[in-house]
């Protein structure tokens, strides 16, 4: 990476990041789908969704910034550079939120990303580069799935045709509530996807305990971990509880409960790996009461950085299937190899979160992986690409509890400030 024509943009930056200012924009934002007990619920592509991107749009505008949007209504807000022909800086993150979430989960990306364009007017700071802030369409993924459609349709557009047709639980399809989303951003010009960018930076609260514990405001997120999921079948017969002796029984739950004992305590033989088990998702046939179960199905979510583990835990898990002599079937519906950014980036964002930190008094940022899925996992594969965290209380997230100091939002900003400013002047 080249030398920035000016080594203290940065810094300047860093420093003219407002505190208030970022407080009122979030609190803002959140007043869209707002609720009583302090969540909020902004499901993608809703009206409430719709009117809080006009919000968003009105707000970059105010900032000085072109607004474009794409085929898969991800909009960006530009702020111009000195040669506007280099590929943009960018950061960003989702405005959507759970049917019950917080005020911060994607949001806070967001809006830290405009109040970096804020704090570059105030500073009198013009970069080498342009630099733009996204807002994602449908990270979440709880209206439509899959989740993180915007930012996966934008690194590989052919991926979009296949995501029209989701469906809510009303039976809406995202291909017509994304029709309705760009019939009501007239005006707006069009920019392609897949389109060259120089780095991306996606600052986001990091849903987890690891920073609260230890005590540190701000963290370099070296990579996300691999995912892979499955559903697991279990068969047996259907009778009636009460006539059937207990030993000419085909029980499916008899069956499930041992395999997913065992499944549980083959991951606490894993612990020093990191290795993340969920079984999350059950269903019983018939799910009845006096009635014997015909078939159980659950799902299975392994998660690791290390691809190798999980590749131990797959193995594990179909010897068990092949012991049960056709009693139990799986199928993998997911999967995702493990994301680790670049060393240079991560170097930066220790600079910046390192220098915020000091300049507060409090200790050095911390080195810490993602479990969970982030817009940067997709953009990873399309420019240089890395994350900040900041702590979540008690790791509080998809949560209406969902919260995090402000100190700690601040000193965010202020990173991804200092981050921005360095990758746009190179």
């Known amino acids: 990476m080249n030398q ?95 049917p019950v979430g917080g005020k911060l989960d994607g949001a806070y990306g967001v809006l830290a990303g405009l109040e970096t364009i804020a704090a570059l007017n105030d500073a009198g700071i013009e970069t080498l580069r342009p630099i733009e802030v996204v807002a994602w369409t449908n990270e979440e993924g709880s209206r439509f799935g899959p989740g993180a459609m915007g930012s996966s349709a934008f690194v590989d557009p052919s991926r ?18 994304l029709q309705t ?22 600052l986001h609260i990091e849903q987890g ?50 395999l997913a004992q065992k499944l549980y305590d083959y991951a606490a033989s894993q612990s020093a790996t990191q290795l993340r088990l969920t079984l999350g998702r059950w269903q019983v046939t018939p799910n009845s009461v006096n009635t014997i179960p015909g078939r159980v199905d659950f799902t299975v979510d392994m998660r690791c950085l290390d691809d190798g583990v999980l590749d131990g835990f797959e193995a594990f898990l179909h010897a068990q299937v092949a012991a049960s002599q056709g009693a139990v079937t ?3 519906f997911f999967q995702r190899a493990p994301t680790h ?15 915020a930190s000091a300049r507060a008094g409090l200790p050095a940022p911390l080195a810490l992986t993602s479990g969970a899925f982030h817009d940067a996992m997709y953009l990873a ?44 002047n190179r």
């Open 209 to 258: 305990p690891v920073l609260e514990r230890a005590g540190i405001p701000l963290g370099v997120v070296t990579g996300i971990q691999a995912v892979r999921w499955f559903t697991v079948s279990c068969h047996g017969v259907m009778a009636h509880a009460g006539t059937t002796p207990m030993d000419e029984r085909r029980d499916a739950m008899a069956a499930a409960m041992p």
């Open 181 to 202: 989303a760009l019939a009501q951003a007239p005006g707006l010009p069009r920019c392609a996807m897949q389109r060259p960018l120089s780095a991306c930076v996606e």
């Open 341 to 355: 950014f670049p060393r240079p980036m991560l170097d930066l964002i220790q600079e910046a979160a390192g220098r």
């Open 4 to 98: 920035p024509p000016s080594l203290d943009a940065p810094a300047r930056a860093q420093d003219a990041v407002n505190h208030d200012r970022l407080q009122a924009s979030i609190a803002a934002l959140a007043a869209f789908g707002g609720r009583a007990d302090g969540g909020v619920s902004r499901e993608t592509l809703t009206d409430i969704d719709l009117a809080s991107r006009r919000h968003l749009v009105d707000q970059a505008r105010a900032l000085g910034c072109e607004v474009m949007i794409d085929d898969c209504a991800n909009l960006f807000f530009r702020r111009p550079g000195r040669d506007n022909a280099l590929p943009a800086v960018l950061t960003g993150s989702h405005g959507d939120t759970q």
């Open 160 to 177: 979009l045709p296949g995501y029209l047709g989701s469906t809510d639980k009303d039976g809406v399809r995202f291909g017509d509530a």
């Open 381 to 424: 594969d399309h420019c240089p690409t890395a994350m900040i965290f900041v702590p979540s209380e008690k790791g509080i997230s998809h949560n209406a509890a969902e919260a995090t100091a402000p100190r700690d939002l601040f000193l965010g900003a202020q990173a991804l400030a200092y981050t921005v400013t360095a990758l746009a």
């Open 330 to 332: 799986i199928e993998r």
